[in-house]
C-alpha cells in the first residue's frame, strides 16, 4: 500500500522500545504524526483527486476499493461539517486537525499536554496513522478551495499566530524557515512516493 513508506518514516524516528512489552509511541509523538499524515494525504489528493476510486485500492482490501472511496468522502463531509457546526469556519490544517480528531469527539481542549505521558502500542499507531492519512485525502476531495486555503494559512504564508496556537496546543511541528507551497509539497510527496514505488513495487 502506498501510504506505508509514509507513516514507517514518521513512527521509526519516535517509537520507544521498554523493557517489557512490544514497542511503543507517545501521544503527543502520535497526534502529531497523524496530523503530518492527514496534509500529506490532502496533498495526494490534490493530485491524484480524478482517480479517487483507483487511490482507494491502495490503501484498501482486495474488492473493498468502492466502499472505501465512498468512506473517504462521507468522513470528510463530516468532519467539515462537525467542525463548522460547532467552530465557524476552519482557517488552517493544525487547527482542523486537531478540533476534529480531539476536541470536537470529546477530549479536552489541552489533551496533548493532559496524555503527554500517555503511549499507544506501535500496530495500533500505524492503523491510527493510515486512517488519518486516508481522510487527509478525502477532505481535499471534497473541499479543494477550503484545504488549500488552510493549507496556504499554515504553511505558505505561515501566520504565526497559527503556529503559536499548534505549539500552545502541544504539536510537535517545526516550522520552517521558508514558506512551502502547495505545489512544491506535492512535488515532494509524488517524488517519494515514485521512489517507494520503485523501491517497494508492491507497496502500489
Not at 499524515?37 to 480524478?50: H, I, N, P, Q, Y
Not at 482490501?61 to 463548522?84: C, N
Not at 480531539?102 to 496524555?115: R, S, T
Not at 505521558?117 to 478525502?138: P, T
Request: with cysteine.
Amino acid at each position: 500500500m502506498l501510504h506505508y513508506p509514509f507513516i514507517v518514516n514518521f513512527l521509526d524516528q519516535v517509537f520507544e522500545k521498554p523493557r517489557f512489552g512490544g514497542p511503543k509511541v507517545r501521544f503527543p509523538e502520535l497526534i502529531s504524526i497523524q496530523c503530518r499524515l492527514f496534509e500529506t494525504g490532502a496533498v495526494l489528493g490534490r493530485a491524484l483527486r480524478k482517480v479517487l476510486r483507483d487511490l482507494a485500492k491502495t490503501f484498501s482490501e482486495p474488492g473493498m476499493h468502492d466502499v472505501l472511496a465512498s468512506h473517504i468522502t462521507e468522513r470528510a463531509q463530516q468532519r467539515v461539517g462537525w467542525y463548522k457546526r460547532l467552530s465557524g469556519e476552519p482557517k488552517s490544517m493544525f487547527d482542523f486537525f486537531l478540533f476534529t480528531e480531539l476536541q470536537g469527539k470529546g477530549a479536552p481542549e489541552d489533551a496533548i499536554h493532559q496524555w503527554k505521558n500517555k503511549r499507544v502500542d506501535l500496530a495500533l499507531a500505524y492503523s491510527i496513522c493510515s486512517l488519518s492519512m486516508v481522510e487527509g485525502i478525502g477532505v481535499w476531495v471534497v473541499y479543494p478551495e477550503l484545504t488549500a486555503s488552510m493549507w496556504n494559512n499554515s504553511w505558505d504564508s505561515m501566520d504565526n499566530a497559527v503556529w503559536e496556537k499548534a505549539r500552545d496546543r502541544g504539536l510537535l511541528i517545526e516550522k520552517p524557515t521558508l514558506p512551502v507551497s502547495l505545489d512544491d509539497r506535492q512535488a515532494i510527496v509524488l517524488e517519494a512516493l515514485l521512489f517507494s514505488c520503485w523501491l517497494l513495487p508492491g507497496t502500489c
